[in-house]
């Protein structure tokens, strides 16, 4: 005979009951590696713990949030004791942590720090190597996956912010395996066919550690250390940190604000530029301003030179015509004294060059005389 079916809600609720009674799931020790950890805005703490083949959905309760003994982070080997628990809409079960021990770095922290320290050495890193991003790029390459969200935050970004960029996009895979192949020869593609690039970036959402882990793999740094082109890497939030935020040129805390630093706002620079209009034309008024101010005064200062000089010149004058009036001999001769001209009509001021006999014409205030020199002695 059939058994009689039940409901969905009536075998969720069986087992919710089962998983609650059984002794080893009340307080169970599992261990496993940290990935994907969310400190949401509800107070509570959730991640997954997985091992190499399976993974667990975590949760802390906001009263154990404040006093977990560290921060949880991905890549963490922890042991935690804790309670299962269903729930019954979804028939989900997950871990409820009550107490959390940490053994030290998972596989994926491991292999980050492994692969840092190589490409350290090689100099990867090292800042002499980065390049500057162009201030007002015309072109701009995106390597991510074209359905992702990324693609869409940076275009928002880029399209709200400037209107004058082009924008491709080189689709790539961005987690699971063959992305970071993908990606690196995304890269690699922008450059041989589209070096006129102005800037390329790189990356990808939010994810957990092993979903990030593409962006940690050497073929992307190389290709990201190879690239001619300035490179932006965008890859998850910014807690993260990949191998690709440290060899590219510029690290962008997320593919939203990969955006924001890969363009100028044309609008902020619009008001930026009347600003200065403003400013200019303000400070070429009071120039003007003082311009005519000291043009004024210059005219000022040379219409005072003048005067001063004309009085001077006037005063010379007249002490000119003062001492010429008083050199006049027709004032001497009103005086009572006469001037005696020779026959040529010259002023004879001595009797050196006279001779007896000499005809000369005597000239007083009121007529003229004429005379010859009859004898002639010179005073001693």
Known sequence: ????????????????????????????????????????????????????????ACKVSRGKTP?????????????????????????????????????????????????????EKEGLFDPKYKKQLPAFPARIGIV?????????????????RNSFVDVMIYPAAVQGTGAAEQIARAIDTANRLHPETDILIVGRGGGSMEE???????????????????????????????????????????????GVIAVPDTGELADEIEILKRQFFRELENRFMYSELMTDRIRHEMLNSLKERLLKNERAVEEYRLSLELSDPSK?????????RDVNGKP??????????????????????ESVIESLSAEV
């Open 212 to 258: 990030l882990s593409p962006f940690n793999e050497e073929c992307v740094a190389r290709s990201i250390f190879a690239s001619k082109i300035p490179v932006i890497s965008a890859v998850g939030h910014e807690i993260d940190f990949s191998i690709a935020d440290l060899v590219a040129d510029v690290r962008a805390e997320t593919p939203t604000k990969a």
């Open 67 to 119: 006093v977990l003994p560290f921060r949880i982070t991905d890549g963490m080997e922890v042991i935690i004791t804790g309670t299962i628990d269903v729930y019954e809409k979804t028939g989900t079960y997950s871990l409820w942590v009550n107490d959390i021990e940490e053994k030290g770095l998972g596989k994926l922290a491991e292999e980050f720090l492994r692969m840092k320290e190589k490409l």
């Open 144 to 160: 991510t996956s074209p359905g992702g969200a990324a693609v869409k935050d940076i275009l928002k970004n880029i399209t709200a």
């Open 1 to 56: 005979m059939a058994l009689k079916p039940i409901k969905v809600s009536e075998l969720n609720a069986y087992v919710a009951r089962i998983l609650k009674t059984d002794p080893l799931l009340i307080n169970v020790r599992v261990t496993g590696e940290v990935s994907g950890v969310n400190y949401h805005r509800n107070g509570m703490v959730y991640f997954d713990l997985k091992d190499d083949s399976s993974k667990i």
């Open 348 to 369: 004879v001021t001595g009797i050196a060059g006279m001779e007896v006999g000499d005809r000369y014409t005597i000239n007083m205030k009121d007529g003229k005389a």
């Open 332 to 340: 001497i001769v009103e005086k009572g004294y006469a001037v005696i």
